[in-house]
């Protein structure tokens, strides 16, 4: 079964105090590996999508990396504004749409 | 990105009764998807939704206690039907825009079920 764990829970930073969000996974043959951010009271909002391992993206103060194991959201000089909760997700080869969601990761970024 | 639009935002219903939430789309998608996030747990999927056909459900979930429509590219609805407090959860529409970007997210429906 395809699992997904997200570590730690909960974080919190000070504003300029970089960190790693971490994602753990399991699947039967990768297709692609998603994180999104999900602000209280609101549905999750697409951030990047990872295919392979190596494979890097960035985003503001934001970069995602991807092994055959996991995915590290690093967070370089985080801003209040940054304070959210991060989820990762998975999709298996084989032909469905389903994603499969972590817990999340809830961020607090104190100025 | 897509639009989309969920009504109602959130509800508190009585135990028994079925909530439909709606779900409007700003452009003509294939596929819909209804999650489930409960307090504390991951999103779970419910069911995919295609137009024309019947819903396709996850392990876990019928279409008895969650019925679907997509009567059109752009419209779903989902009734949680003979609610009870295990219901209680926010419920969100999305949909897939293509290779690259998944899944574009409503603001979902918060349902208390007392």
């Known amino acids: 079964e395809d699992q997904v764990t997200q570590s730690p829970e909960a974080l919190r930073l000070q504003e300029g105090e970089s960190s790693s969000l971490n994602c753990s996974y399991t699947?039967?043959?990768?297709?692609?590996l998603f994180w999104y951010r999900q602000d209280p009271g609101k549905g999750p909002e697409f951030l990047f999508t990872?295919?392979?391992a190596g494979e890097e993206k960035e985003k503001e103060r934001l970069k995602a990396t991807l092994t055959k194991k996991e995915s590290f959201l690093h967070i370089t000089a985080p801003k209040p504004e940054d304070s959210a909760t991060y989820l990762c997700?998975?999709?298996?080869?084989?032909?469905?749409?389903?994603?499969?969601f972590g817990k999340g990761t809830k961020l607090t970024v104190n100025p | 990105s897509a639009v989309i639009s969920q009504k109602p935002s959130r509800d508190i219903c009585q135990r028994g009764t079925s909530l439909t939430i709606q779900c409007q789309v700003d452009?003509?998608?294939?596929?819909m998807f209804w999650y489930r996030q409960q307090p504390g747990q991951s999103l779970t999927l419910i069911a995919t939704?295609?137009?024309?056909?019947?819903?396709?459900?996850e392990s876990g979930f019928v279409i008895d206690k969650f019925p679907i429509s997509r009567p059109n590219l752009t419209f779903s609805t989902l009734t949680v039907s003979n609610m009870s407090p295990e219901d209680s959860s926010i419920y969100l529409c999305?949909?897939?825009?293509?290779?690259?970007?998944?899944?574009?997210f409503g603001s979902g429906t918060q349902l208390s079920v007392l």
């Open positions: 990872l295919y392979s």
């Open positions: 939704a295609n137009q024309g056909s019947e819903a396709t459900y």
């Open positions: 997700a998975v999709q298996a080869q084989g032909g469905s749409e389903k994603l499969v």
């Open positions: 699947v039967s043959g990768l297709r692609g």
């Open positions: 452009s003509q998608v294939t596929m």
């Open positions: 999305s949909v897939d825009r293509g290779v690259g970007e998944k899944l574009f």
